[in-house]
């Protein structure tokens, strides 16, 4: 029995738009992915300043968002990943942004 090997190549992310629901990139392939904002509460909850300070990582593989300590991966999102980010975590890193508002 013969088996094909299918190479699997993930496309790299050229451009990142946000809008208050939805996150959506165009890749190398001509595709482009949205999804929902709420899969990423960091993202949710950033003003549309920190949302607009991002770059691409790792020759386009990844997503950084500096102001919110946010990545998220090309692979991540083509497979339907919503954030992993724990509650506590998320908790935490919203009672810093509460202090720092003050």
Known sequence: MNTLAVEIRIPEALDVLLTD???????????????????????????EQERNNWRLIGKGQGIHWEDIDEDISIEG?????????????????????SEKAS
């Open 21 to 47: 629901d939805t996150l959506s990139v165009d890749l190398s392939d001509g595709r482009s992915i949205s999804v929902p904002i709420v899969w990423f509460p960091r993202l949710l909850h950033s003003t």
């Open 77 to 97: 999102l083509l497979a339907g990943k919503p954030s992993g980010e724990s509650q506590e975590s998320l908790k935490k890193w919203l009672a810093k942004r």
